[in-house]
């Protein structure tokens, strides 16, 4: 496999990467992914609660080159977005990023899956509700 | 976190990148390409012309070839059918075999491991109206003799089952196979690519009716292999494959590659000189990497036999990372993975899935083979770096922090996508 720069640079440094307190109600936590398809990627957020902005981020991934590049990059690009901001990330934008190749955007959907579910997680654990806009990119997913 | 690359720096008397796939293939001996190189040239002749000097010394040639390749398997040069490669070989073998006794049974036993070569020959017969049984295998790779016993019925043409793996480098009960077959009168084919010259191989004590076998994971060049068949107790019969010029006693058409078989017949020289000595120097390397492996990392599993394995075969997954991750960070070392992340089909080794193993473990795997020019620095450059990759990415691994924390990730709802 052929990877771009960039996804070997993530690679060779990932970014963010660690746990932060799964209990805290600042944070949110995403686990995805499955052993036995060969990636697991774990994308935490910690939320500031007046501002609603995303302060820190960390992952820990199991997989390729590729999967450990798209959720060092997801990490990188949520920190310093709203909540709501964070949740326009797509998995595309991740695959013209990184230039994944064709058999590698599995990893770039796996984590914006990451992303979605580590909000998901800080909204029901802070009551959020969740915005129509999103319900209705999941849906069409 | 520092890097995952460069942490671990070559000694001088290591050149990267290091070669340690010889499963897949190797390189060819400085003596054997010595062998070929007249044959390109000044000795070109076509070994079927019978009328000159040209014809009559390449036809020597093959027939020096055909002996020292006879000398290497126990057999004799009248058996040894030139072929492109063991892909050809097997093709032959199985499809040959298939279509001259149809008349007296159309059932043909294998085992789930093989190489696709005679997995896909046999899935296409089954398409024609031959029967196929797969027999399973244990978790160590090899197959139960009972199964096989079982297996056989009055319709059973042919038992094709591989001398050793080309993933796990598990040494398949050849000889007791043999023995079965004989009694039973089921002629017995073993694709044995990997074994000839790894470990002894003879055709006479071991029961072999047909053999394949190719040159260039033998130190000799690609595109050349042979198909052995025997002509007595019993007297193989073969349907040709591919029609033509009548060549290789009508069994094989096309233009002997006289160089290519020189070469072969040079590589099975030395072999058989040297497969002594260089298994216990590669079976000493090879404990050696096992043991500095397993000595310095937790959850590494080792796939299939320990105990009947090829000398320079090491097959070992490396629990919560993910092998083509691994790959990455040790690309100065040319070495294959079972994970699916490296396949085509993205689908993890059927080998290793085979085992029982998990495919977690599968996705995990990294083949080493060691080879004829593998040295003991390089071996200890290999056991480090791997080290060093498998200790980051596990830094990495949100598996290997849960497992550590006393979490059961087989408890764990995965979303499988």
């Known amino acids: ?141 | 976190m520092s890097t995952v690359e460069n942490a671990v720096a070559a000694p001088a008397d290591v050149h990267l990148p290091i070669y340690m796939d010889y499963h897949s293939t190797s390189p060819m001996d400085p003596r054997v390409l010595d062998a070929m190189m007249p044959y390109f040239t000044v000795k070109f002749g076509n070994s079927a012309s019978r009328n000159h000097s040209f014809g009559w010394e390449a036809e020597q040639a093959v027939e020096v070839a055909r002996g020292q390749i006879a000398k290497l398997i126990g057999a004799s040069s009248k058996e040894i059918i030139f072929t492109s490669g063991a892909t050809e070989s097997n093709n032959l073998a199985i499809k040959g075999i298939a279509e001259m006794y149809k008349e007296r049974g159309n059932h043909i036993i294998t085992q789930v491991t093989e190489h696709k070569a005679v997995l896909d020959t046999c899935k296409r017969l089954e398409k024609y109206g031959y029967r196929v049984t797969y027999l399973p295998v244990k978790a160590d790779g090899l197959i139960d003799l009972d199964d096989l016993k079982r297996a056989m019925d009055d319709k059973t043409i042919l038992v094709t089952i591989m001398s050793a793996n080309n993933e796990i480098g598990v040494i398949q009960p050849i000889a007791e196979i043999g023995k079965l077959c004989h009694e039973r009168g089921i002629l017995f084919h073993t694709d044995a690519v990997q074994a000839v010259g790894k470990i002894p191989m003879d055709v006479q004590k071991m029961n072999i009716d047909v053999l394949s076998v190719t040159a260039h994971k033998l130190y000799g060049p690609k595109g050349v292999g042979v198909l052995y068949v025997r002509r007595r107790n019993p007297r193989v019969q073969i349907a040709a494959q591919i029609d033509g010029g009548g060549h290789e006693r009508g069994m094989r058409s096309g233009t002997l590659n006289v160089p290519g078989i020189v070469g072969m017949g040079k590589a099975c020289e030395i072999a058989g000189q040297e497969m002594e000595t260089e298994a216990e120097r590669l079976t000493r390397l090879r404990e050696k990497l096992k043991t500095k492996l397993e000595g310095a990392l937790d959850y590494v599993h080792v796939n299939g036999s320990m105990e009947h394995r090829l000398p320079g075969n090491l097959n070992m997954s490396f629990v919560y990372v993910e092998g083509e991750s691994l790959l990455m960070g040790i690309n100065d070392i040319a070495v294959s993975s079972g994970s699916a992340c490296t396949s085509a089909t993205l689908e993890p080794s059927y080998v290793l899935k085979a085992l029982g193993l998990g495919d977690d473990v599968a996705h995990s795997s990294i083949r080493f083979g060691l080879g004829r020019f593998n040295q003991e620095a390089e071996v200890d450059y290999v056991a480090n770096k791997v080290i060093d990759v498998v200790q980051k990415l596990r830094e990495l691994s949100p598996l290997y922090e849960m497992v550590k924390e006393g979490i059961d990730i087989s408890k764990i709802e995965w979303q499988a996508h």
């Open chain 1, 1 to 141: 496999m052929s990877y771009s720069d960039k996804v070997i640079d993530h690679y060779n440094n990932p970014r963010n990467v660690g746990q932060m307190d799964k209990s805290s109600s600042e944070v949110g936590t995403g686990l995805v992914g499955a052993p036995e398809c060969g990636d697991v990627m774990r994308l935490q957020i910690k939320v500031n609660p007046e501002t609603q902005v995303i302060e820190e981020a960390k992952f820990k991934t199991f997989g390729c080159g590729s999967a450990i590049a798209s959720s060092s990059l997801a990490t990188e690009w949520v920190k310093g977005k709203t909540v709501e901001e964070a949740l326009t990330i797509k998995n595309t934008d991740i695959v013209k990023e990184l230039a994944l190749p064709p058999v590698k955007i599995h990893c770039s959907v796996l984590a914006e899956d990451a992303i979605r579910a580590a909000i998901g997680d800080w909204k029901k654990k802070n009551g959020v509700a969740e915005t129509a806009d999103y319900v209705s990119t999941v849906a069409t997913n």
